[in-house]
């Protein structure tokens, strides 16, 4: 199983990017896509879930701001962040839960938010 975020870049305060999240592999059981963060110095952090069937969740720091859309199910899904905030700086991982247990990471992708 192999996950690659992408859609990052440099935009300024108040912007908006699309980020996407390929899944390629033997993929069976899926539970959920997650997006994490990280930002330096920092611990990574939740930013937000979905599921195989439900409404999504997300972290209170990002709510109202971030979407996540697609299906899980599918190969691509996307977390869409507006109203950036330079603290919203970080690199931005994609990952996927399956059965069993195991959460497969993919390569981040940096967001850079000037003030």
């Known amino acids: 199983v192999q996950l690659q975020a992408s859609g990052g870049g440099l935009v300024q305060d108040g912007g908006s990017l699309k980020l996407s999240c390929a899944a390629s592999g033997n993929i069976r059981g899926m539970i959920d896509k997650t997006w994490y963060r990280q930002a330096p110095g920092k611990q990574r952090e939740f930013v937000a879930r979905?599921?195989?069937?439900?409404?999504?969740s997300y972290a209170d720091s990002v709510k109202g701001r971030f979407t996540v859309s697609g299906d899980i199910t599918e190969s691509m899904v996307y977390l869409q962040v507006s109203s950036l905030k330079p603290e919203d700086t970080a690199t931005y991982y994609c990952t996927l839960l399956v059965r069993g247990g195991r959460r497969y990471w993919g390569k981040g992708t940096q967001v850079t938010v000037s003030s």
């Open positions: 979905m599921y195989s069937s439900g409404s999504p």
